[in-house]
Antibody, heavy 118, light 108 residues
């Protein structure tokens, strides 16, 4: 079964850091680019960051550039998001998503919730 | 940055046709993808590359794209189609992925 499982979310104070993980199974992980997409409570979807199959190409939304770092470990079939200098506006459900040749997201995890609050 | 605009809501009676628009500058030159998100669930890809359907998605879901508007059409709407729908493109000029503002479809 094709599956993405996120972990690492929680409650964190403004200015602190958090690292999210996404475990992939059921497909050849190192064949595909992977992404993080977030959704603030009651709001729409926002692309956060993406990484190519070999980590050679990485992109970030302007809202997180310089604070978040995406990475992957193909040997462990895992995707990561290191989030530093967290702000209240980073509060959201963070989804891990698999890319396709069409640059659409065909597989999504169930998400991990990040709450930034003092 | 590239902006995709959707109507906040669309209402439709069961058995009728719902059309959800996604507006963007020259969006017809891009590949548009559509997602369905039901409450408490992750998004599901329902149309990709303007008009193709992933395996398992009913033929009732179709898409088109031309000029400055892409459209997701849901034919013979069912109660189970009630959800939020998002369009999405890849903007090559910024190498960013962009989502539309989202449309809530209500089945009357």
């Amino acid at each position: 079964e094709v599956q993405l499982v996120e972990s690492g979310g929680g409650l964190v104070q403004p200015g602190r850091s958090l690292r999210l993980s996404c475990a992939a199974s059921g497909f050849t992980f190192d064949d595909y680019a992977m992404h993080w997409v977030r959704q603030a409570p009651g709001k729409g979807l926002e692309w956060v960051s993406g990484i190519s199959w070999n980590s050679g190409s990485i992109g970030y939304a302007d809202s997180v550039k310089g604070r978040f770092t995406i990475s992957r470990d193909n040997a462990k079939n895992s995707l990561y998001l290191q989030m530093n200098s967290l702000r209240a506006e980073d509060t959201a459900l963070y989804y891990c998503a698999k890319d396709t040749v069409a640059r659409a997201f065909d597989i999504w995890g169930q998400g991990t919730m990040v709450t930034v609050s003092s | 940055s590239y902006v995709l605009t959707q109507p906040p809501s669309v209402s439709v009676a069961p058995g009728q046709t719902a059309r959800i628009t996604c507006g963007g500058n020259n969006i017809g030159s891009k590949s548009v993808h559509w997602y369905q998100q039901k409450p408490g669930q992750a998004p599901v890809l329902v149309v990709y590359d303007d008009s193709d359907r992933p395996s398992g998605i009913p033929e009732r879901f179709s898409g088109s794209n031309s000029g400055n508007t892409a459209t997701l059409t849901i034919s013979r709407v069912e109660a189970g189609d009630e959800a939020d729908y998002y369009c999405q493109v890849w903007d090559s000029s910024s190498d960013h992925y962009v989502f539309g503002t989202g449309t809530k479809v209500t089945v009357l």
